[in-house]
């Protein structure tokens, strides 16, 4: 029984303060060794039983009989017994483990030996099924994200050599063979290559990459043969990175669970002193006190109250719906952020990258007929190159080749307006209007009505002019309104773009309030005042720029986690595939996870309240109470894992 006993190392016990956790260590032992001290027990107590009520004998009984229900209870018994005592010498003294302890212990002292024997042998089997449910949802969320291949091919001097990924160095080119996975994060050297990320992201459709492009571990290569140099060490790559996040999920404790877990350090102590006083309190009332029937009384109470279901499952339950998330490319932080998911009631989102493509294309340029208008682009390239922006990509894309012999100094990037720098000892401004305003630039320009991101120029003191820039929607955003507004969540778009942009998306797609025009810290303003009015919110953006919004809101939602290490630190959830239909399918996997631990609850307390019931009146045996207890749990687990297999 040994194997299915918690085994917690020393750091796991630091690291949960000694509560009962059953991630029992099966994963490497057979079904057979498993169950095989059950088997033993089970196979002595039949023969037992057989003795005691089939065949006719004279010698099984005393001491005999005694010796024989021992040796059967030794294999289940003494396993749980070490736990007690390890418990104990822990501080936790009312652990379940010594309910049952002095439960069986208990129905020896009264003669009860084959109750006392059955008692354990069903609780371990109980013991035995959870830690396989456990483990099969562990595994099962860490062979989702642990795409990771353990060997990589290296190209040396030309040749061909496989390695073990972890010594691959930055800078070495990996071959990657058509069906094979990627082991480290790199540049593409290949002048295309198409690859299945829905490892990563839970998209099927093929990514197709372009030489230099990033392509990350735990892609596919769908196609030819493929180059790729090694960019980022083997422990630090995004998967890994991920991997580590959702492992340490289960640190993060939802309320619920954190509930549970006070409550049942209360909970056990008051139910060990109640049985005591069902064993000796009658003798004060009952004339025809007998005291090994109130002490049998006492032991089938200690069996029933036992909390295993409630702190197995409720904690279950959360994996699995993180394990949920993480199957649809959607990783959450902990448990706590799906019972704030659960109760969401505005959803703020950003625009650029989180609604729209963030992929822009220059419309116009309007420049003044006084300026040299190809000078000017090349000298806003070559700033906008300072830039991570999606506006600095579109501008490059528009203009070419950035001219590396135009000097600039000083460069500046103000936040919320653009970017300011010096050449040839004038200033250049790109940015919004609000740049201009800023520096006192005048303008003659009614800009309300421009249904397109403008950027706004000034060189040398003078206003240049502007460049009109479209980005375009994403396909799922409509979808997406409409998932939160039938889940009655009510939607805010906040963004620094221009008002009349940001309200232009917002009609389209039907967002209830929207704000343009806004620096960081308007942004911060907006969700203030939504928090004042005692509303949950969460806040939906790119996890880096946003990041005191972020912070602020009670969940934080990026968008494209794959492409920012920054944002795997700061968002509490992260959407890795850039889809905003993710964001109402998140809610509905809080929503889901909640209400299955609240049916686990109501489940785990209402039979145990009818069988302790039924013990008060006399009619409920050992082996109902072992129903209330090994067989709740079971139930309950049973349940918890049920939202691994739901289709969001």
Same mark, same amino acid.
């Given at each position: 029984?040994?194997?299915?006993?918690?085994?917690?190392?020393?750091?796991?016990?630091?690291?949960?303060?000694?509560?009962?956790?059953?991630?029992?260590?099966?994963?490497?032992?057979?079904?057979?060794?498993? +169950?095989?001290?059950?088997?033993?027990?089970?196979?002595?107590?039949?023969?037992?039983?057989?003795?005691?009520?089939?065949?006719?004998?004279?010698?099984?009984?005393?001491?005999?009989?005694?010796?024989?229900?021992?040796?059967?209870?030794?294999?289940?018994?003494?396993?749980?017994?070490?736990?007690?005592?390890?418990?104990?010498?822990?501080?936790?003294?009312?652990?379940?483990?010594?309910?049952?302890?002095?439960?069986?212990?208990?129905?020896?002292?009264?003669?009860?030996?084959?109750?006392?024997?059955?008692?354990?042998?069903?609780?371990?089997?109980?013991?035995?099924?959870?830690?396989?449910?456990?483990?099969?949802?562990?595994?099962?969320?860490?062979?989702?994200?642990?795409?990771?291949?353990?060997?990589?091919?290296?190209?040396?001097?030309?040749?061909?050599?496989?390695?073990?990924?972890?010594?691959?160095?930055?800078?070495?080119?990996?071959?990657?063979?058509?069906?094979?996975?990627?082991?480290?994060?790199?540049?593409?050297?290949?002048?295309?290559?198409?690859?299945?990320?829905?490892?990563?992201?839970?998209?099927?459709?093929?990514?197709?990459?372009?030489?230099?492009?990033?392509?990350?571990?735990?892609?596919?290569?769908?196609?030819?043969?493929?180059?790729?140099?090694?960019?980022?060490?083997?422990?630090?790559?995004?998967?890994?990175?991920?991997?580590?996040?959702?492992?340490?999920?289960?640190?993060?404790?939802?309320?619920?669970?954190?509930?549970?877990?006070? +409550?049942?350090?209360?909970?056990?102590?008051?139910?060990?002193?109640?049985?005591?006083?069902?064993?000796?309190?009658?003798?004060?009332?009952?004339?025809?006190?007998?005291?090994?029937?109130?002490?049998?009384?006492?032991?089938?109470?200690?069996?029933?109250?036992?909390?295993?279901?409630?702190?197995?499952?409720?904690?279950?339950?959360?994996?699995?719906?993180?394990?949920?998330?993480?199957?649809?490319?959607?990783?959450?932080?902990?448990?706590?952020?799906?019972?704030?998911?659960?109760?969401?009631?505005?959803?703020?989102?950003?625009?650029?990258?989180?609604?729209?493509?963030?992929? +822009?294309?220059?419309?116009?340029?309007?420049?003044?007929?006084?300026?040299?208008?190809? $000078?000017?682009?090349?000298?806003?390239?070559?700033?906008?190159?300072?830039?991570?922006?999606?506006?600095?990509?579109?501008?490059?894309?528009?203009?070419?080749?950035?001219?590396?012999?135009?000097?600039?100094?000083?460069?500046?990037?103000?936040?919320?307006?653009?970017?300011?720098?010096?050449?040839?000892?004038?200033?250049?401004?790109?940015?919004?209007?609000?740049?201009?305003?800023?520096?006192?630039?005048?303008?003659?320009?009614?800009?309300?009505?421009?249904?397109?991101?403008?950027?706004?120029?000034?060189?040398?003191?003078?206003?240049?002019?502007?460049?009109?820039?479209?980005?375009?929607?994403?396909?799922?955003?409509?979808?997406?309104?409409?998932?939160?507004?039938?889940?009655?969540?009510?939607?805010?778009?906040?963004?620094?773009?221009?008002?009349?942009?940001?309200?232009?998306?917002?009609?389209?797609?039907?967002?209830?309030?929207?704000?343009?025009?806004?620096?960081?810290?308007?942004?911060?303003?907006?969700?203030?005042?939504?928090?004042?009015?005692?509303?949950?919110?969460?806040?939906?953006?790119?996890?880096?720029?946003?990041?005191?919004?972020?912070?602020?809101?009670?969940?934080?939602?990026?968008?494209?986690?794959?492409?920012?290490?920054?944002?795997? $630190?700061?968002?509490?959830?992260?959407?890795?595939?850039?889809?905003?239909?993710?964001?109402?399918?998140?809610?509905?996997?809080?929503?889901?996870?909640?209400?299955?631990?609240?049916?686990?609850?109501?489940?785990?307390?209402?039979?145990?309240?009818?069988?302790?019931?039924?013990?008060?009146?006399?009619?409920?045996?050992?082996?109902?109470?072992?129903?209330?207890?090994?067989?709740?749990?079971?139930?309950?687990?049973?349940?918890?894992?049920?939202?691994?297999?739901?289709?969001?």
């Amino acid at each position: 029984m040994e194997e299915c006993c918690t085994t917690r190392s020393k750091k796991e016990h630091d690291h949960e303060g000694h509560d009962h956790d059953h991630s029992h260590e099966v994963q490497d032992k057979s079904t057979l060794q498993l +169950f095989l001290p059950a088997i033993i027990s089970f196979v002595l107590l039949l023969i037992g039983i057989t003795f005691d009520n089939f065949v006719e004998n004279n010698w099984f009984n005393g001491w005999i009989r005694l010796v024989w229900y021992l040796i059967a209870y030794i294999p289940v018994g003494i396993p749980v017994l070490k736990e007690a005592f390890e418990s104990i010498k822990n501080g936790d003294v009312f652990s379940e483990f010594f309910l049952m302890g002095i439960a069986t212990i208990g129905a020896f002292a009264i003669g009860e030996y084959p109750e006392g024997v059955a008692v354990m042998l069903f609780y371990s089997v109980g013991e035995v099924f959870q830690a396989m449910a456990v483990t099969k949802a562990k595994t099962n969320i860490k062979s989702l994200l642990d795409q990771r291949p353990d060997e990589v091919t290296v190209l040396e001097n030309g040749n061909p050599k496989v390695i073990k990924a972890e010594k691959a160095n930055i800078g070495d080119i990996i071959q990657l063979k058509s069906g094979e996975k990627l082991g480290l994060d790199g540049e593409l050297l290949s002048e295309k290559a198409s690859f299945n990320t829905s490892a990563l992201t839970g998209e099927s459709k093929p990514d197709t990459k372009s030489k230099g492009e990033m392509v990350l571990a735990g892609m596919i290569n769908l196609n030819t043969v493929s180059q790729v140099r090694v960019t980022t060490a083997y422990k630090d790559s995004k998967l890994s990175k991920i991997l580590e996040m959702v492992q340490n999920a289960t640190s993060q404790k939802a309320p619920t669970e954190l509930f549970i877990r006070k +409550f049942a350090k209360v909970y056990t102590p008051i139910v060990v002193f109640l049985a005591i006083g069902i064993t000796f309190l009658p003798y004060f009332f009952f004339e025809d006190y007998r005291f090994t029937k109130w002490l049998y009384k006492a032991l089938i109470f200690l069996v029933i109250s036992c909390p295993c279901a409630l702190v197995v499952s409720i904690p279950l339950g959360y994996f699995g719906g993180i394990g949920a998330g993480s199957r649809n490319g959607i990783l959450i932080k902990g448990s706590n952020f799906l019972d704030i998911l659960a109760n969401v009631q505005n959803v703020v989102m950003d625009k650029t990258g989180t609604m729209t493509k963030g992929v +822009f294309k220059v419309q116009e340029v309007n420049f003044g007929n006084e300026f040299n208008k190809e $000078e000017i682009l090349k000298f806003i390239n070559v700033l906008e190159s300072k830039s991570s922006h999606p506006v600095a990509t579109a501008i490059h894309e528009f203009v070419g080749e950035i001219n590396h012999s135009i000097q600039l100094e000083n460069v500046e990037e103000i936040a919320g307006h653009g970017l300011k720098a010096m050449i040839a000892g004038k200033e250049l401004l790109v940015g919004n209007f609000k740049l201009m305003d800023k520096f006192s630039i005048s303008y003659d320009l009614k800009t309300e009505n421009i249904v397109y991101t403008l950027i706004a120029v000034a060189y040398d003191k003078k206003f240049v002019g502007y460049l009109t820039i479209a980005d375009s929607i994403k396909e799922d955003a409509q979808l997406t309104i409409n998932k939160l507004k039938a889940l009655n969540i009510k939607t805010t778009m906040l963004s620094g773009d221009k008002s009349s942009v940001v309200q232009f998306v917002a009609n389209e797609l039907g967002i209830e309030t929207a704000f343009g025009d806004l620096l960081p810290e308007d942004k911060v303003n907006k969700v203030k005042e939504l928090k004042a009015k005692n509303q949950t919110v969460a806040f939906v953006g790119d996890g880096v720029n946003d990041a005191p919004v972020v912070a602020l809101s009670d969940v934080g939602i990026a968008m494209g986690g794959l492409g920012s290490d920054a944002t795997i $630190e700061t968002a509490d959830v992260v959407i890795q595939d850039d889809k905003p239909s993710k964001i109402p399918m998140a809610i509905n996997i809080g929503k889901q996870t909640k209400k299955i631990v609240w049916q686990n609850i109501i489940l785990a307390f209402a039979v145990k309240a009818i069988v302790l019931i039924l013990g008060a009146g006399g009619l409920a045996t050992m082996w109902e109470a072992v129903f209330a207890d090994v067989g709740v749990a079971l139930l309950a687990i049973l349940n918890a894992v049920r939202i691994q297999r739901m289709k969001f």
